[in-house]
């Protein structure tokens, strides 16, 4: 039972680059979401799915794509990769408040 | 704007002992309050909820208290034991109110560290 699998684990991107993180549930949930975690912030929500096909902006999207073809993937993209995205990003799923969190990635922009 | 404050970035209490995290809301609106508890390297995972329709929630060692007139909510973990070193994240949203989504609004957390 893998849960939540966010992929890469580690990244280091430069400047201008661009990378998708992935994220797949096994549990047949239909929200998901994409948070990322930064020192002295907590966590903040960039965007946010209520089902396939469909997403929305959460609190601080700027800089974020996202798409959900499948039900069970979540991508973000960074198209042009800044330092202030240097951040742990978390992807959870759910079918109500008791989210199911990834292990996070830990993205580097320099 | 911060809604959902925790303004105790660590915490550090004796094994036996009572662990009370603290956690404030500015948002009217929210009426469902949650906890989350975070280790290193690993995403956080929901320990216990609480709805604005009552004051008190228990799961084991584990109670939320809410104070709706106060907008505080405070966690209270007893007995205290050297596995609950974590950090401790408070979350909010608008259950009753209707579009939430099920979308949180989440503290800063508070680093919690229970000496043996």
């Known amino acids: 039972n893998a849960g939540v699998t966010q992929t890469p684990k580690f990244r280091v991107l430069k400047t201008g680059q661009s990378m998708t993180l992935l994220c797949a549930q096994d549990?047949?949930?239909?929200?998901m979401y994409w948070y990322r975690q930064d020192p002295g912030m907590g966590l903040r929500l960039i965007h946010y799915?209520?089902?396939?096909?469909?997403?929305a902006k959460g609190e601080v999207p700027d800089g974020y794509n996202v798409s959900r073809l499948k039900k069970q993937n979540f991508l973000l993209g960074l198209e042009s990769a800044a330092p202030s995205q240097t951040s742990v990003y978390f992807c959870?799923?759910?079918?109500?408040?008791?989210?199911?969190f990834g292990s996070g990635t830990r993205l580097t922009v320099v | 704007d911060q809604q959902v404050k925790q303004n105790s970035p660590s915490l550090s209490v004796q094994e036996g002992r009572i662990s009370i995290l603290n956690c404030d809301y500015t948002?009217?609106?929210?009426?469902?309050f949650l906890w989350y508890k975070k280790y290193p390297a690993e995403g956080p995972t929901f320990l216990i909820s609480?709805?604005?329709?009552?004051d008190k929630n228990e799961d084991g060692r584990f109670t939320v208290f809410l104070n709706k007139s106060a907008k505080h909510l405070s966690l209270h973990i007893v007995p205290s034991q050297p596995g609950d070193s974590a950090v401790y994240f408070c979350?909010?949203?608008?259950?009753?109110?209707?579009?939430?989504?099920?979308?949180?609004?989440f503290g800063k957390g508070t680093l919690l560290t229970v000496n043996p």
């Open positions: 959870a799923s759910s079918v109500a408040y008791g989210y199911t």
């Open positions: 549990m047949n949930h239909e929200y």
């Open positions: 799915s209520v089902g396939e096909g469909t997403t």
């Open positions: 948002n009217s609106m929210f009426d469902y």
């Open positions: 609480i709805s604005s329709i009552k």
């Open positions: 979350a909010a949203s608008r259950l009753y109110s209707g579009g939430s989504n099920y979308k949180l609004t």
